[in-house]
């Protein structure tokens, strides 16, 4: 009985409780769509992170000649080429013993044979689409097939099997025999991060959603708690007025959380289509799973009701506890100082004196600066409401500033999820441009068009082999022959003393010069086409230096800070005749012509072993880059997503506010009070707390980004500001939200009518 009646009163209790119901819903929908696109692409990351690896694969190296290896074995080469930055995965296999069943590749029904390759959809699609000498050469023969899925980590994918003679896969430096092919997922450290950043993503997105759902859940509360304490005073108990009310809030949740499902899948399609981890995911991996759509669709009206409940904690005292109100105490000064705690141990003491900063107190600083922030928002409210009611004299700034000094904790509630999420927006949004900006600038941006290629440094394979004098040659004299290119070798070092005992005179770096890493020789007059490297002192024609960081290091900011490797106090040397080639700097402004160059490197770096990849330097600053943009767009995205959520809650409130305060507002119009005076004050109630949480929240990301930016030291970049992104996220966002309040306020004019004037 209890139940049909909460029932009745949700869906038969007039104009009211319908317009309760559909705003609940329509908000709890937009919530739930938006929680289940984070779950979605979730689950589509965990899938594409666990797949078996097969790249992984390693193997022991055939003894003596290559058809001695172990039965069933094939031979492998894997590493890895590139096509204007965009990395391409090539396996060399070879079949040793054709009678004998081979290791199975995933998504490969059958190894290709000598003069075959298979390759995936977007590299057949990339090969038919470019000129034959700048991609296709590098892989010698006729397409046998295309691979699978299962050997893709999603469409956008660059895979190719190669198939090679095994007399011709031995002679290859780097190749093993492999008689079983890995199928377990790979241990990669950007696995953590993402994960890490898509928890940060849940979280930062169901704590606006429950705010969201407690506001929608406590609209119209004041009137409702009326008419409860009514049916108490009818003779109803306790647990049935809680039963009534979690019946009528859990309603509009779970027609909500219907909806939101229904809203999901319209939007997946175009979810599909999102490359949080620089490719697209396979779109049908991007679903929440079967547990995952019952916890939401179970756990959002549960969490509706508990929130109605506790908002009828007054009612559940007596019947008459909801006349009995008691003005709630104002926040103290004593909640900003988490936030000013945490700004001074991230940017004071630990960076202090120059030394890399305590990851511990970092994370204590960021956590204490978030908790801070929500915590010191009603006082920031309290005091911009008192600081507004002193200064101004209109009756719409008085009225809001006198409600938000009343109430500050019930005002900034709705935005509480705004904060967060602007904080860690803006501090990433500081941080990447700056960052990014510093690894395109190394050497004043003058390597962005240099490609290094690296063969060996040392005697033995470990890193690969220095190319011979005759080899050497004859690749520079092809690289020589390209149009408009200037080639810098990078002659190794002979008899390079070994690394001393006991301590160091010096830490390696600008500055120290220890004989045992000079480990380089490079000509002068070559190094002249390369300034940002250096000179030579007059009258030198070779010296020696270290050229391994530049050679292997992926992150240009390190590449920067040492930078020049030459100047006049550099060694002097001599470039013999008999010298091997360690590594060669092409400069070639033509991207046509430096993917011609990198497919004549191709069979050399094959033969040295190299693990190296020939790429530009704006190339390998890229890589980097494209990771830090992801960071940001996936912090951006939760920006916009959490405002959106935000903006829904804004709206309830909104509404809420205007039903809760129906009596007060339609006397304050028979007295005379314009609507408009009405709607300033329902406006200015909703937008100071907005803007003022805006404002703090990116006033504290800035004020983390730039340690962090002097940390770096980044050299020879500019000062870099956010993006345009970041601007049209909040921005925007903030517009949207403030469009949304102004949604709310045409009821006003109905709701306080004078001639509707009569109050229960």
């Known amino acids: 009985m209890t139940l049909r009646l909460g029932l009745r009163l949700a869906l038969r209790g007039g104009r009211e409780a319908a317009v309760r119901l559909a705003l609940v819903t329509c908000a709890v929908a937009m919530g739930v769509a938006v929680l289940l ?4 692409l979730f689950n589509a990351f965990q899938v594409t992170a666990g797949r078996p690896c097969w790249e992984c694969t390693t193997g022991s190296a055939p003894g003596g000649w290559a058809l001695g290896a172990t039965p069933g074995a094939v031979l492998w080469n894997h590493r890895q080429d590139s096509y204007a930055g965009r990395p391409i995965k090539r396996l060399d296999v070879a079949v040793l013993d054709a009678e004998a069943p081979a290791p199975a590749v995933p998504g490969l029904r059958a190894l290709p044979g000598a003069g075959r390759y298979a390759v995936s959809p977007a590299l057949a699609e990339l090969m038919a689409a470019v000129p034959p000498a700048q991609l296709a050469d590098r892989f010698p023969g006729t397409r046998a097939g295309l691979l699978g899925r299962a050997a893709l980590s999603g469409p956008d994918d660059l895979v190719i099997v ?28 950007t696995t953590a991060l993402y994960e890490h950043g898509f928890g940060i993503a849940a979280l930062g997105l169901i704590f606006p959603l429950l705010v969201l759902v407690g506001t929608a859940t406590r609209l119209a509360a004041a009137r409702r708690e009326a008419r409860f304490a009514a049916i108490r005073l009818a003779g109803a108990t306790t647990r049935q007025i809680n039963a009534i009310a979690s019946v009528d809030a859990a309603l509009g949740a779970l027609l909500g959380a219907l909806a939101g499902v229904a809203v999901f899948q319209a939007l997946r399609p175009a979810l599909a289509e999102v490359a949080i981890t620089g490719s697209r995911f396979f779109p049908d991996v991007v ?48 909640r900003v100082l988490p936030l000013l705690a945490g700004l001074g141990l991230f940017a004071g003491p630990v960076f202090a004196g120059g030394d890399d900063p305590n990851a511990v107190l970092v994370d204590a600083g960021l956590v204490l600066i978030m908790v801070g922030l929500v915590v010191a928002g009603p006082w920031l409210t309290m005091l911009a409401a008192r600081l507004a009611a002193r200064v101004t004299s209109g009756a719409a700034t008085l009225l809001a500033a006198q409600r938000l000094a009343a109430d500050p904790k019930s005002a900034f509630r709705s935005v509480n999820g705004i904060v967060l999420a602007v904080f860690i927006g803006t501090a990433v949004a500081g941080i990447v441009p700056a960052v990014v900006s510093g690894q395109e600038a190394a050497g004043d941006g003058t390597l962005n068009a240099v490609m290094r290629a690296s063969f060996g440094y040392a005697d033995d394979d470990t890193e690969g082999l220095p190319l011979p004098p005759g080899t050497a040659a004859e690749l520079l004299a092809e690289v020589g022959a390209q149009p408009g290119v200037t080639v810098l070798p990078i002659y190794r070092r002979a008899g390079t003393p070994p690394w001393p005992d006991g301590p160091l005179p010096c830490d390696p770096g600008p500055g120290c010069r220890l004989d045992f890493m000079l480990g380089h020789v490079v000509d002068c007059d070559a190094l002249a086409g390369f300034p940002a490297l250096g000179r030579c002192a007059p009258g030198v024609r070779a010296v020696t230096a270290t050229f391994n960081r530049l050679l292997t290091s992926d992150n240009m900011l390190s590449v920067g800070r040492n930078l020049p490797i030459v100047d006049a106090g550099s060694p002097a040397a001599s470039v013999g ?17 430096r993917e011609r160059i990198r497919t004549l490197l191709t069979p050399y770096v094959a033969r040295s072993g190299s693990t190296e990849t020939p790429l530009t330097f704006a190339e390998v600053a890229r890589v980097r880059a494209v990771l830090l943009e992801q960071m940001e767009r996936v912090a951006l995205a939760i920006v916009a997503l959490t405002l959106l959520v935000a903006g829904c809650g804004l709206l309830v409130a909104v509404v809420g506010g205007v039903v809760e305060r129906r009596q007060p507002f339609t006397l304050l119009r028979l007295c ?41 030291a980044i050299k020879s970049a500019p000062v870099a500001l956010p993006g345009p992104a970041y601007f049209l996220t909040v921005g925007g966002g ?11 306020l045409p009821p006003l004019r109905r709701v306080t009518a004078p001639d509707n004037a009569r109050f229960e």
Do not use: C, H, N
Request: glycine fraction near 8%; charged fraction near 15%; proline fraction near 8%.
């Open 577 to 593: 005749l008999g010298a091997p080639l360690a590594a060669v700097l092409i400069r070639a402004d033509d991207p046509a012509v």
């Open 162 to 189: 190669v198939g090679q003679t095994p007399d011709d896969l031995a002679a290859m430096a780097g190749t093993v025999a492999v008689d079983t092919v890995i199928t377990t997922p790979a241990t990669d450290d």
């Open 734 to 744: 903030l517009l949207v939200a403030l469009l949304v309040i102004l949604a709310g």
């Open 37 to 40: 696109s984070t779950l979605a």
């Open 287 to 334: 679903a929440p799973t079967a547990p995952q759509y019952a916890a939401v669709v179970a756990g959002v009206p549960l969490a509706a009701a508990g929130a109605a409940l506790w908002s009828l904690r007054r009612v559940r005292i007596t019947p008459l506890g909801a006349a009995r109100k008691v003005r709630a105490s104002a926040p103290g000064w004593w």
């Open 672 to 712: 005379g009070t314009p609507t408009r005076i009405l709607s300033r004050v329902v406006l200015l109630e909703t937008t100071v707390p907005v803007v003022l949480a805006a404002l703090v929240a990116a006033a504290a990301g800035f004020g983390v980004a730039k340690p962090m930016i002097d940390q770096l």
